[in-house]
């Protein structure tokens, strides 16, 4: 965009954004990989089922969703009736592009009598072919509810890896996507990191590869991380997820030392999610103005996609 087609904004972008808020009935939901200035201003800050289950329960005109397309797209699944907007269309996620529906369709055709497990990181017509959605919080018991059956797990193979090792279920048929954050944490690098800081706790995400889950104390969703980090203030982390979960660990526990597990690049920040980043406060302040763009879904595929992410709320 030139110069002179840059839109005027207000100075006070966060005072701005709070009157806007209440203007238009507004709610915003945030995810922990969210800039700190962006979660700072939402009305709800959490993981993705916190997030699924605030989109359920809330009462508003407006949605404002500070996430990526498929936690929005779930939001609006959820309220048929409100509008659900985002700072940046362009925020996805490479597990939710990673299983287009089509393809994803004949994977399920090949396989007669399965049942379908599948991450909430994944498209709305993903979705709709689904028995169950879930979150790394909660797919080990997800994973239980199918015992005896054939099962289908989609789309992140290293979650699927994990949830089969905790479920002892070593058939499930596996969608091999994989997320482009988590997979690039360094295996080797983060085994240096730990002999710097030897009484260092180390935390990791489900969608890490395998080489790092061995090396983590605790493995987590993005909530579960956080509070581990908290229950124990004075000693440090090693933290093997997006760091945008350091904000909120700092703001319970101010003093934490946290160091974030080594990417295979070094000199990239590869471990910050390129899709949650998109959006920033202008974006938020601009979202709110012109109450778009907004993330819509067809009535009949979001009546699909519904029954298994409200079977997950029931459940969880
Ligand atoms: P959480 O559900 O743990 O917040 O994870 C969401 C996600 O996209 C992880 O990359
Ligand atoms: Fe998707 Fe990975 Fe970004 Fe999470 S961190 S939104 S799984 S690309």
């Known amino acids: 965009m030139s110069q002179d087609m840059e839109p005027s904004r207000p100075a006070d972008l966060e005072e701005a954004i709070l009157e806007l808020k209440c203007e238009k009935g507004a709610v915003v939901l945030a995810h922990f990989y969210q800039e700190s200035d962006v979660q700072d201003l939402a009305d709800v800050v959490g993981d993705s089922l916190a997030l699924a289950r605030a989109a359920q329960e809330i009462d508003c005109e407006m949605i404002v969703f500070c996430g990526v397309h498929f936690m929005a797209e779930t939001a609006a699944i959820l309220n048929p009736g409100i509008p659900v907007v985002v700072p940046d269309m362009e925020a996805g996620c490479s597990l939710a592009d990673g299983c287009p529906p089509e393809e994803f369709k004949s994977f399920v055709a090949d396989y007669p009598g399965a049942k379908v497990l599948t991450y ?9 072919m689904s028995d169950l959605i879930c979150t790394s ?3 080990v018991k997800m994973v239980k509810q ?13 979650l699927a890896r994990w949830v089969a ?9 596996v969608w091999p996507g994989a997320c482009v954050v988590h997979e690039l944490f360094s295996a080797k690098g983060l085994a240096k ?8 706790e180390v935390l990791a995400h489900p969608e890490c590869d395998q080489a790092v889950l061995d090396q983590a104390d605790f493995i987590a969703s993005t909530t579960g991380i956080i509070s581990r980090a908290v229950a124990s203030p004075d000693r440090p982390s090693i933290i093997a997820t997006e760091d945008g979960v350091f904000h909120s ?15 295979m690049d070094e000199s990239c920040a590869c471990n910050r999610c390129p899709y949650m980043r998109l959006n920033t406060l202008e974006k938020l302040y601009d979202c709110l103005m012109n109450e778009g763009p907004c993330v819509t879904v067809p009535a009949e595929l979001a009546r699909q996609a519904l029954m298994p992410i409200e079977r997950m709320l029931t459940l969880s």
Do not use: W
Not at 165 to 173: F, P, S
Not at 193 to 200: F, K, N
Not at 249 to 263: C, D, E, S, V
């Open 120 to 128: 909430i990181n994944a498209c709305a017509g993903v979705k709709a």
């Open 137 to 139: 919080s909660n797919a």
């Open 146 to 158: 199918f015992e005896g059956e054939k099962l289908i797990f989609a789309p992140d193979r290293h």
């Open 165 to 173: 090792k905790e479920t002892g279920r070593d058939d499930l048929i």
């Open 193 to 200: 990191l730990m002999i710097q800081h030897p009484d260092a």
């Open 249 to 263: 660990i700092l703001k319970q526990a101010p003093n934490k030392r946290l160091y974030q597990a080594p990417g």
